[in-house]
């Protein structure tokens, strides 16, 4: 089985391109449309990689982050990706311990580079 992705967003069509492109890319992909489903998936499993929005229902990326790398003591790497590129989002985003950064809208070959980047590392 491939490595395991956990993909956090609410933009179904966006959700759905992605997920298409990690299955083909030869991800298992776990789909969750907010906040509290991440939630609810994470404390029985975690993935090799999260890939996030930051603007989702009940929990947003940035308080995703938190609660991985404080909550969980997960070093498991995190993207997050957002249209809401302004600089405090992204900064708030880096000092909570985000590995990477993605504006939207999301090339999904990109993400697959970027990926397969953290992964690997």
């Known amino acids: 089985m491939g490595k395991r992705v956990l993909l956090a967003d609410d933009d179904q069509l ?36 999260i890939v996030s929005d930051i603007m989702m229902p009940y929990f947003s990326g940035i308080e995703l982050i938190d609660y991985v790398r404080n909550d969980l003591k997960s070093n498991t ?30 090339s999904p070959t990109e993400l697959l580079v970027r990926i397969a980047r953290e992964i690997n590392k």
């Open 14 to 49: 966006l959700a759905s391109l992605l997920n298409f492109r990690l299955k083909k890319g030869g991800y298992a992909v776990h789909h969750s449309v907010n906040g509290k489903e991440v939630k609810e998936y994470l404390k029985n499993d975690m993935p090799d990689i």
């Open 77 to 106: 790497p995190i993207i997050i990706i957002s249209s809401a590129g302004n600089e405090q989002n992204v900064l708030t985003a880096f000092e909570l311990g985000a590995n990477d950064f993605i504006t939207k809208p999301v």
